[in-house]
């Protein structure tokens, strides 16, 4: 254990279930403060530091759409691999509904997303597309719908 200040680090891996805690309630935040820059409640520059670099310049040009700030309706997070998650929030802002999809990675000094995907912002792949399944894509008389 090191000291930062008075208040001691604990550098120890996290036991998995404490660590997805800790994910979960880091991309908590992250959402929450999104919806602020989103909304013109918070500078983009502040949330900057939390994303990978290939992903601030998209950050900085958030256009503000003036109002109310998006309340995060559900947040649901998945490991992807060790030390990443793949999360999805749900915003409601009134009666309308959006998700946003971030991956969340521990960069050892605190947790950065470096993937983001909103449907209100021009897409911008980072990551290779998927392929498909084996027998190629289920037509709809595939389906049992």
């Known amino acids: ?61 958030t256009r503000p759409q003036p109002g109310p700030v998006p309340g995060v309706h559900r947040l649901m997070i998945s490991a992807a691999v060790d030390g990443a998650y793949e999360v999805v929030a749900v915003n409601h802002h009134g009666d309308r509904f959006a998700a946003v999809s971030l991956r969340l990675v521990d960069a050892g000094h605190g947790w950065m997303v470096t993937d983001l995907a909103r449907p209100d912002a021009p897409s911008e792949p980072t990551a290779a597309p998927l392929s498909d399944p084996p027998g190629g894509p289920a037509s709809a008389a595939d389906r049992d719908d």
Do not use: K, Q, W, Y
């Open 1 to 61: 254990m090191t000291t930062h200040g008075r208040r001691p680090i604990d550098r120890r891996p996290a036991a998995p279930g404490a660590r997805s805690a800790h994910a979960l309630a880091a991309a908590r935040v992250i959402v929450a403060m999104l919806n602020e820059v989103v909304a013109g409640a918070r500078p983009a520059r502040v949330i900057c530091p939390l994303f990978a670099v290939h992903l601030r310049e998209r950050i900085r040009r």
